[in-house]
């Protein structure tokens, strides 16, 4: 099984298509995002499922640098968040949950709201995103 880890290094240069998503109010994120993670975990050990998160990461590896960049400033505190989105058999994310670790992973949460990916092998797709941000 894949697990998809992002290593915040502000480089990879990849176009990434808009469109909306809906986020959960707060007080269902931590219980419904254990919930997608697992399904994540699911759809990942599906025939196709493996290729197609590599193939949805690295769609989003340059609006996800700019992000990165905007939402840590001149400083860059390690921390490490989840957000799962559930792509819809088009690409487009219709749920878009997240770790409320701190203001960076609000901040990005919020940037990559409205994203869409290429079309998954099935859908709906949970494709959960760890980010790691290092020095």
Known sequence: ??????IITF?????????????????????????LIKKSKEDTSRPGGAEYEEIATT??????SVVMRKCTGKK??????NNVFVIDKYGKVT???YTEKNEISKCVHKALAEISFP???FGPFH???????TE
């Open 59 to 64: 769609s989003i590896g340059e609006r996800l």
């Open 11 to 35: 480089l990879n240069p990849i176009f990434i298509q808009e469109t909306h998503a809906e986020t959960l109010p707060v007080s269902k994120v931590s219980n419904d995002l254990n919930d």
């Open 119 to 121: 079309k998954p092998p």
């Open 95 to 97: 749920e878009s949950v």
């Open 76 to 81: 860059t505190p390690k921390t490490t968040f």
């Open 1 to 6: 099984m894949f697990k998809t880890l992002l």
């Open 127 to 133: 494709l959960d995103i760890e980010m790691n941000i």
